[in-house]
């Protein structure tokens, strides 16, 4: 019968700093993704808003600005939490998640691996649809811009010089130099 090699048993600081890890990756895919879902927002904000430029209603676009302000802080916030808990996760200068799945052998945790994925996702649509936003609201300030000058522009172009005003054929109106 051959001997059976025991496993030496983990020291208490490996095991804490195993789950201390686990912890930081489980809360990096929350953040993820919460990212992903205001990615997701933030795209549905900018399609009200192209819907309200289309339906001339300044009351649906002022509203999809105020949603599209609040979605933007609340990704900059899950950014900034994102950024630290990768700094936690790899050491260095740029904690990026290229540089964790590199730390971690070449691959994420299927959990962490879907929510980037999923913010990805997210975020490329959302930039695909405020490229389109862009358009249409350069070519709806040049629209207007065109309606304002042919409103305020006269028929022709104008005098270089004074025109005297109509004169009546009656006479009246005239202003003559008197002396008693």
């Known amino acids: 019968m051959s001997p059976h090699v025991a496993a030496a048993p983990a020291s ?5 700093e ?6 930081l990756l489980d809360g990096l895919t929350q953040v993820l993704a919460r990212e992903a879902k205001a990615a997701s927002e933030l795209r549905e904000a900018l399609i009200r808003q192209r819907a309200g430029v289309a339906a001339d209603s300044s009351g649906a676009v002022h509203a999809s600005c105020d949603d599209i302000a609040r979605v933007l802080v609340a990704l900059d916030a ?6 630290t ?8 200068p740029a904690p990026t998640l290229v540089a ?8 994420l945790p299927p959990a962490l691996a879907d929510a980037a994925q999923a913010l990805r996702a997210a975020a490329k649509s959302a930039a695909q649809e405020a ?8 070519r709806t300030v040049e629209a207007g811009e065109a309606f304002l ?6 028929t022709g172009d104008a005098d270089a010089f004074y025109h005297a005003g109509d004169r009546r054929e009656d006479g009246a109106g005239f202003l003559l130099d008197r002396r008693a």
Do not use: C, K, M, Y
């Open 78 to 83: 899950s950014r900034r939490h994102r950024a």
């Open 131 to 138: 490229g389109i936003n862009r358009t249409v609201l350069q």
């Open 12 to 16: 208490p600081e490996s095991v804490r």
């Open 149 to 154: 000058q042919a409103l305020f522009s006269g």
């Open 100 to 107: 964790l799945t590199e730390r971690l052998g070449g691959t």
């Open 85 to 92: 808990l990768l700094a936690a996760l790899v050491p260095g």
């Open 18 to 23: 195993a789950d201390e890890r686990q912890r």
